[in-house]
Each structure stands twice: as structure tokens, then as C-alpha cells.
């Protein structure tokens, strides 16, 4: 097994980010591998992967940094700013820990669209990451930038979707 870990992207318009980076901390899990996961602009939503972390816990964590609510675009809220910049802070915390071998930033790409971090911090921490830790981020809007410097990056391509017939987001498969 190769000594250096890699950071990966998963991006793009379609449906499964956040899922094959869960699917990915499953796997690590099964190798006996430690995974943290920061859901940026996510908070107070049962999505059925926390319940998940919480069977599988010390060996998995998810830990959300955001309101319930969805950001605003336009403008979003200053507490938006300071649940993304605790996000980050806890990031580079976690960059420290010698005990972790995959850290997942979720919507971390969406943070960056919306500025609620800079593309310059996110470069800084892909540049920092210590061999040992592989590092995922997800969320549609990569920047070229984080695209370049990352060593894998997955594009989901939206082809059909339920959403659009109406159907909304159901227990199990979206939440």
C-alpha cells in the first residue's frame, strides 16, 4: 500500500457527491481506517449518514457546520461566514491528528461559490495535508484551482433526475 495519500474532488451538477464520499469512508472504515467528515452549510438536518457515524463512531464522525437553513447566494448571512470559517479552523485542526486517515470537507466547493471561504484557504490546507491523510472534497462549483491541484477528480453529470417530475427529497435516499 503506497505511503502517500491523495486528495480527491467529487463535483459537478449531478446527483452523488456526498454519497461516494460516504461510500469511500465506508471503505476505509472496512480497511480499519479512521474518517472525519465537516458537512459545510449543513446543520440540523437528520441526514441517515449521521445515524450511521453515530453505530460506527470512534472510526467515523460527522460533525455539520451550518444552519438549516439554505444559504443565500446573493447574500448570505454572516452566520453562514462563521459556521464555514469554524469548519475550516476544525479542518486544519484535524490535519493534526496523526489517529486520522481520511478527512471528507462536504459542500466545501459549494462554500467556495458562495465565498464563505476563500479558494487561497482551501489550497493552503490541500497543500498542508500531511501524507498520512487522504483528503476529499465535494460540492458542485469546483474552482480550476482546487481541480489542479487535487489528484483525482470525479465530475457527476446530471442526466434525468426525479426532482424535476416533483418528486421530492425522500428518507433513505436523499436525507
Known sequence: MSARRMTQVYTGNGKGKTTAALGL???AIGQGLRVHMIQFMKGNIEYGELKTAQRLAPDFTITQMGRESFVDYENPDEEDRKWAEKGMRMAWQL?????????ILDEINVALEFKLVT?????RLMRNKPEHLELVLTGRYAPVEIVKEADLV??????????HQGIASRKGFEL
Open 119 to 123: 479558494v487561497q484557504e482551501v489550497l
Open 154 to 163: 470525479t465530475e457527476m453529470l446530471e442526466i434525468k433526475h426525479y426532482y
Open 25 to 27: 469512508a465506508m471503505r
Open 95 to 103: 490535519l493534526k491528528d496523526e489517529k486520522l486517515d481520511l478527512l
